[in-house]
């Protein structure tokens, strides 16, 4: 077997960024639209004509006496649009002007470091935006004045107070010369001292005067008209929501890129092997109606359908490793026979059970003999696939007490060359019956070309583990966009773990699949196109020409069809099988034909399934007969045959066969 490798993703290809694009095309989808609509609804739909505006800022200074430090800039910038200054401006502009509108066209900004204070007004009159700087400048300078003035004026008014005082008072004490003495001297020297002070202060602060404006004018207002330097989105409708819609269209892109990144589920080829470290041999596309077609074989209903061209396509891979595994054995070599194959999932929904179902009707299809045993002994439904019963079965065969012998069971399906050993009543506890399961599946492979087994979920139980022993192939199922990427790569190490003959990985569902496979949209290689709808209601004479025309095709190539078929399917026995030689094998493939036809009788019950293999083989309006593209051989479409009970009737697998092994299975147990 190949080993498991682990391929370290490499740089990312050109394409591969627009195939994540298309995976994730919602996302860029949808903030594409959001973009539109927000610069649909924002735009105002028409061009503004707006007058132009005009700004005019108004410089001043702190006084030189006063540190920036110990003069709080920023709680004087506030009282230029607050407080006073406002209501002070209006009463000058008057006309019952609005301190607060006229309020929201200034704007103070302090600057600490050089102790400045710009003072901007702006206006569509650049004269008035000139008055309004200025205006509310000054207004800044009387209100931080007027608290020194206010100073100034109480301590003038204070010293005259005291001095006038002191004056009346030495006048009431009337004339003193310097020969009085006494208390009348005493009080009367004081009140003089008194006085002289008082007047000296009063006459030092006249010299002083008022005291200097806190701030002074640097530079007076000018009228600037204000140009948009800046982005400005357009006014109309159109023109802003593609301008949103591209900026959307990048948000989009960048969403997809990391809604990829942080992806935990697989979701192409390229994220299935890097997470299992296998090749993916096979990629199912999604079904349409998958629910309506959840319960049905599509190699019987529908068998030209795209999902059952890539089940062929897994088939080919399974004959080829079979055949070289056999010829491996034949040189001498320590390869297996390849007739034993497992097919499993990390866990359950994954398209486990409807890939085993699949492969093996196909495998039949090219002629082999095949067993499905599902040894899913918790939710079997592979039974279901096939329409038949579930119980008796492996339970029942392999019950520790008064066990059915295998040759009681109807191992016998509507799908010509498979047989199903069902999983029978359900069990609490299988793990007893593990070990017997394996040894029946070593055994029947005399009798079969290939044993297909369904088992449990890879990570749910541990049952697919024990039946890996008796594999000669492994098969891993995951489903895109359900198998979490953490849960193949514990399946990946347990796999490796025991040593498991993996050949590869099975994507169910895949979506990138390439474009080649669309051109199954309607039927095989070259067929034509099917009438339309209109034809087949009116019969006309386009679709009755085209049935005619497949009906003398059908008629010419049918036969030989089936020849190459089964001759192919006879040189592919010898490599694969290891059953003994057959005289029988060596006629030729029409007489093998009539010879299961007259064993067969073909007059038994039949079930649905069955009958639509009989419609699709002798329905001569059907198209050209299909080819099997991976192996450049024609497929010839399955004959209806009875249901023999007990397995009889095909491939050798008669009641003597099944009476022998099931002789030598008891005593092996």
């Not at 404006?213 to 600037?224: G, N, P, Y």
């Not at 007739?339 to 196909?362: D, F, I, N």
């Not at 979920?457 to 995951?478: G, K, Q, T």
Request: glycine share 6%; with cysteine; charged share 20%.
């Amino acid at each position: 077997m190949p080993p498991l490798f682990a391929e370290q993703p490499g740089p990312v290809e050109p394409l591969e960024y627009l195939r994540i694009l298309r995976r994730r095309k919602l996302f860029v989808a949808l903030a594409v639209l959001v973009g539109v609509i927000a610069g649909w609804v924002s735009a105002p739909g028409h061009t503004s004509n707006a007058p132009p505006s005009y700004r005019a800022t108004h410089t001043l200074i702190l006084a030189s006496t006063i540190s920036t430090k110990a003069f709080n800039l920023e709680q004087a910038a506030l009282l230029v649009t607050t407080g006073a200054v406002p209501q002070a401006v209006a009463t000058k502009v008057g006309g019952q002007a609005d301190p607060i509108r006229l309020a929201k066209k200034v704007v103070a900004k302090p600057n600490a470091t050089l102790g400045t204070i710009d003072i901007t007004a702006t206006d569509t009159d650049p004269a008035f935006a000139v008055a309004l700087a200025d205006d509310f400048a000054q207004g800044l300078v009387d209100d931080q004045s007027a608290s020194g003035l206010q100073t100034y004026e109480a301590q003038h008014s204070q010293l005259q107070s005291q001095v006038a005082d002191l004056q009346a008072k030495i006048d009431a004490l009337g004339p003193v010369d310097t020969h009085t003495t006494g208390q009348a001297r005493t009080q009367f020297d004081a009140l003089s001292n008194q006085l002289s002070g008082a007047q000296g202060r009063l006459t030092q602060l006249e010299i002083t005067g008022p005291p200097a404006a806190t701030f002074s004018t640097l530079q007076s207002a000018r009228a600037i008209l204000v140009t948009n330097s800046g982005f400005k989105p357009p006014d109309s409708k159109p023109a802003r929501a593609a301008l949103l819609g591209i900026i959307g269209l990048l948000l989009g892109i960048g969403l997809a890129f990391a809604a990829e990144r942080l992806e935990t589920r697989l979701t192409t080829k390229s994220s299935a092997e890097t997470a299992f470290g296998l090749p993916v041999v096979a990629e199912i596309p999604n079904l349409p109606n998958a629910k309506r077609h959840k319960d049905e074989l599509m190699t019987a209903t529908q068998p030209a359908a795209p999902f059952v061209e890539s089940y062929r396509g897994l088939r080919t891979m399974v004959l080829l490793r079979a055949l070289d595994d056999a010829q491996t054995k034949a040189a001498g070599g320590e390869g297996r026979t390849g007739k034993v194959l497992v097919v499993v999932s990390p866990g359950a929904g994954e398209g486990k059970t409807t890939t085993a179902a699949h492969l093996a009707a196909l495998l039949a299809e090219a002629g082999n003999s095949v067993l499905v045993v599902s040894a899913d002994f918790r939710r079997p439904r592979i039974h279901e696939l096939f329409a038949v019963n579930s119980a008796p079965g492996l339970s029942e065969v392999l019950a520790p007490r008064n066990p059915l012998p295998l040759r009681s069971l109807d191992l016998s399906t509507p799908v010509k060359g498979v047989k199903l050993l069902a999983s029978g009543a359900a069990v609490d506890n299988p793990a007893p019956l593990l070990g017997a399961t394996v040894e029946l599946m070593r055994g029947a492979r005399p009798l079969f070309d290939f044993i297909i087994v369904d088992t449990a979920p890879l990570l749910v139980a541990n049952d697919a583990s024990e039946l890996i022993r008796a594999a000669d192939m492994v098969l891993v199922v995951a489903r895109a966009r359900r198998t979490s990427i953490d849960s193949c790569e514990r399946s990946a190490e347990l796999l490796k773990r025991i040593d498991a003959p993996v050949i590869g990985a099975v994507l169910v569902g895949a979506s990138d699949m390439p474009a080649a496979y669309r051109y199954y949209r309607y039927r095989y290689y070259g067929a034509s196109s099917p009438p339309s709808l209109s034809q087949r209601l009116r019969g006309s004479p386009a679709s009755k020409g085209d049935n005619e025309a497949r009906r003398r095709v059908r008629g010419r190539d049918l036969e030989q069809a089936r020849d190459r078929d089964e001759n192919a399917a006879t040189l592919a026995e010898p490599a694969i099988a290891d059953a003994p030689f057959d005289a029988a094998a060596q006629e030729s493939p029409r007489q093998r034909r009539r010879q299961r036809d007259q064993k067969t009788g073909r007059n038994g019950r039949r079930s649905a399934i069955a009958d639509v293999h009989d419609h699709e083989a002798h329905d001569l309006s059907a198209p050209d007969q299909p080819h099997d593209a991976a192996n450049d051989l024609p497929i010839a479409e399955p004959a209806p045959v009875a249901s023999p009970t007990n397995g009889a009737g095909e491939h050798g697998v008669t009641d003597e066969s099944l009476s022998e092994f099931w002789q030598e299975f008891k005593e092996r147990r």
